[in-house]
């Protein structure tokens, strides 16, 4: 993990196009590092875990690999390992991306918006998770702040949807 050379993925001056992205995201790589920390916890190696879940963050900011619905798995095991101040720092940022998004998508004409279905769904279904884990591990001012977040947008699809058919 601190010998490979991982070519300044996470460098902000580094440029990674679409198709590297995809390849990252294909690959997988940020599922590998919580894997990683999940036999680590398996072994009770807490301190262990952290630092291979801190390092995946660090490789893959979002700026550069945009955040995706491998965080969520990723946000769980930081609470796993009772990290819960990086836990919730990227349950926020992962819900702040997520309603800067939505806020975007549902400012388009009804027409543009059932194109986009499938990325208000994803979006949708990540702040889902992220609300679930935050009331599973009883982060509670997280959760109500997420409940609110999640319940007025999935209303508001809903409500969109409707009114298209």
Not at 26 to 36: C, G, P
Not at 58 to 67: A, G, R, S, V
């Amino acid at each position: 993990m601190n010998k490979f050379k991982w070519g300044g993925m996470n460098d902000p001056d580094v440029y990674l196009d679409n198709f590297h992205v995809k390849t990252l995201h294909f690959l997988r790589l940020r599922h590998r590092f919580n894997r990683l920390a999940n036999e680590y916890m398996k072994e009770n190696n807490i301190e262990r875990a952290v630092v291979v879940l801190d390092k995946c963050i660090e490789l893959t900011p979002h700026k550069n690999i945009p955040y995706n619905m491998f965080m969520p798995p990723i946000i769980e095991s930081y609470y796993k390992c009772r990290a819960f101040e990086k836990a919730n720092l990227l349950a926020e940022k992962n819900a702040q991306i997520c309603d800067d998004n939505l806020n975007y998508y549902f400012d388009q004409t009804n027409e543009f918006i059932s194109t986009i279905s499938p990325e208000i769904r994803i979006n949708l279904q990540i702040l889902k998770n992220l609300l679930i884990l935050s009331r599973t591990y009883k982060q509670n001012e997280l959760a109500q702040k997420l409940e609110e977040m999640f319940n007025g947008y999935y209303q508001n699809y809903s409500d969109k949807m409707n009114r298209s058919q």
